[in-house]
């Protein structure tokens, strides 16, 4: 499925606009974004989006169907004990709701059948727009993934942080996602090579 194409630079300040009205603290320093509330509550009020968590078909981590303008995270990965799953869960819920932000609208009139659908192969550093032959700029996948982690660790208030010597492991810690995601983000702002893993 290819989308209309945008921008990092677009998507950056797609992001930093939801961000101003769902949690404007989050753009003057580093902290934990309340993604699951976001999701939950804030989706269906601004995007008329339906979404939650559901147990979903084995190996499924979520989904976006815009035709139904509806978005579902599967629930043992909110409700997981072990935290790199929560972490995991977390960032899950940042690419479902990019879909939400960016696509289910521009998506809406198309087949029901057609929904952005996630399984394990499913990574913040997507390399499927090489194989389907699209640009990334107009890869929905990438473009959901470049949303979800400009709103985790948007990009001003991240190159500050790199600035003052914060550790991967330190960044992890106060967002409450993955090291690896964190260490993806680094790397597409060209900062990974300036920060300490721990
Ligand atoms: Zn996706």
Redesign the pocket.
């Known amino acids: 499925m290819k989308a209309k194409g945008l921008s990092r630079q677009q998507i950056e300040r797609s992001a930093e606009s939801v961000l101003k009205d769902f949690s404007p603290e989050s753009l003057s320093g580093l902290r934990r974004l309340d993604v699951e509330r976001f999701y939950e509550t804030y989706l269906p009020k601004r995007f008329g989006i339906n979404t939650g968590y559901q147990k979903l078909t084995a190996g499924i981590h979520g989904f976006t169907n815009p035709a139904k303008l509806e978005s579902a995270v599967e629930i043992q990965l909110v409700e997981a004990s072990d935290r790199a799953t929560v972490r995991f869960g977390r960032s899950t819920i940042g ?1 479902e709701a990019g ?1 939400c932000v960016l696509h289910a609208h521009q998506f809406k009139k198309r087949s029901e059948t057609e929904a ?1 659908l ?1 399984d394990h192969h ?1 990574a913040p550093e997507q390399r499927l727009f090489r194989r389907d032959e699209i640009k990334p700029y107009e890869c ?2 990438w473009q ?1 993934w470049w949303f979800c982690k400009a709103i985790f660790l948007p990009r001003s208030v991240l190159s500050k942080e790199v600035e003052r010597g914060i550790t991967v492991r330190k960044i992890a810690d106060i967002v409450d996602l993955n090291p690896a995601f964190v260490e993806v983000r680094l790397r597409n702002l060209q900062l990974l090579d300036r920060v300490r893993a721990f």
């Open positions: 690419h879909h952005f996630h499913h929905p996948e959901a």
